[in-house]
């Protein structure tokens, strides 16, 4: 048994953001597979929880005449995989997603669970700073919309406020179109583990010469990071070895890794470095480009 | 909080008050004695505990069983159909897949779930759709291959 103080569950987002008002200290469970190991062991005691599983309006993934993407929270990894829009536009975030835990994890665990847990490895994150991600964010009295860069505080913190709940992730067009992406997770394990690295990348060349190149990184710093100064310099160069290198040498500069059982720092400088530099040149092999 | 739900257990539908505290894992082996859900790390690492929800190779461990209402849960032991194995139950025998078989029903759960998709999977994909289980015994070979027979 669970050490649960207190579960509700509600049908509707008006009905969840009301538990979640009434009883300030409560929080969301969705797919319940971070919340329910910490209960586990032993953290997070007690816990009231307000189960929104069943609120199947968050479970959609849509496009809507602008071209922005909207993606519920409550939808699971597998789900993210399979859909026919992510596959369309923005498929190395599906990709991304499918890095992450093993296939029944990934049968329930969902994309918001994975944000608002705030850890600094989650496998869809570093894809959504890259797509600069914008969070729509609701209580009972207001709501608001934010960049996902805003929403990372630091190591597991984000800034949901008492009774706020996660309800649509977006996506504007001008920040996928004409992108190619891909996600390299550099973990131990194939299967069930956690990321020494992840690195994502977004690229957009024409004619050889970089348009626009978005880089960012999970377990670099305390929270996802953007590369800026990689970022700046890549743009307007023609891709060459050599400046796939720089890219890699310039992310140095905007992160911070750490010492840990996992890897230490000078392992995960090295790593960053190199993802960089072979997503860079991979992307370019399948022509930096992808029609969307 | 007692609360009342209804499920489908193997085809049969069944009403039964739960705790909301209670893990959909031990609804199944406390309640329905259905030890092939078995109970390795508790903590959706090792996927011992996999049933299918609505189709779907879930742990049952981290799934809270009041999420199972109104849903259609399987388990190994409803796999069998007229005292005949399933055709992946069947493989699982033909191969040599099992040795101590604590880990076997998790498999099956999830080599099922692909089985229901009908269509071909190459071995990089089969090894991916059961790498959320850990064996201790076999080094996988040959419960890939039994999966990969049974697809057939
Ligand atoms: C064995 C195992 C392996 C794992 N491997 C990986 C991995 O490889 N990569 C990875 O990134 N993660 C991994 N995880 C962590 C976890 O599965 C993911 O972070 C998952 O996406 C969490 O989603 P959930 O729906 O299960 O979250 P929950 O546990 O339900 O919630 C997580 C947190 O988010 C909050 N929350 C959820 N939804 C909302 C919402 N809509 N609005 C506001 N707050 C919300 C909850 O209150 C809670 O604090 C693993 C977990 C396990 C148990
Ligand atoms: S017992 Fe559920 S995954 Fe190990
Ligand atoms: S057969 Fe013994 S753990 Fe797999």
Known sequence: MYDIGKYQEATTVEEALRYLHDDPGSRIIAGGTDILINVREGKDMGVHLVGIQRINPLRKIIVNREGTLSIGPLVTFTELEENELINKYVSYLGQAGGTMGGPQLRNIATIGGNICNGATSADSASMLFCLNARLHLRTKESERTIPIQDFYLGPGKVDLKSGEMLTEILIDRIDYQGFAGKYTKFSQRKALDIATIGCSLMLKIRKNIIEDLRLAYGVAAPTPVRCCNAEQYAVGKMVTLEVAKTIGMKALEDVSPRDSWRGSKAYREQLIQELAQRAVMELLDQGGKKDA | ?152
């Open chain 2, 1 to 152: 909080m007692l609360r009342k739900i209804t499920m489908t257990i193997n085809g049969e539908k069944r009403t039964l008050e739960v705790d909301d505290r209670e893990s959909l894992l031990e609804v199944l082996r406390e309640r329905f004695s259905l030890f092939s859900v078995k109970q390795g790390c508790s903590v959706g690492e090792c996927g011992a505990c996999a049933v299918l929800i609505d189709g779907l190779s879930i742990n049952s461990c981290i799934y809270l069983a009041v999420w199972a209402d109104g849903r259609e849960i399987r388990t190994v032991e409803g796999f069998e159909q007229d005292g005949k194995l399933s055709v992946m139950q069947q493989a699982f025998v033909d191969e040599g897949a099992v040795q101590c078989g604590f880990c076997i029903p998790g498999f099956l759960i999830s080599a099922t779930e692909l089985m229901e998709k009908k269509r071909s999977f190459s071995r990089e994909e089969v090894r991916r759709a059961l790498s959320g289980h850990l064996c201790r015994c076999t080094g996988y070979q040959k419960i890939v291959e039994a999966t990969e027979k049974g697809l057939k």
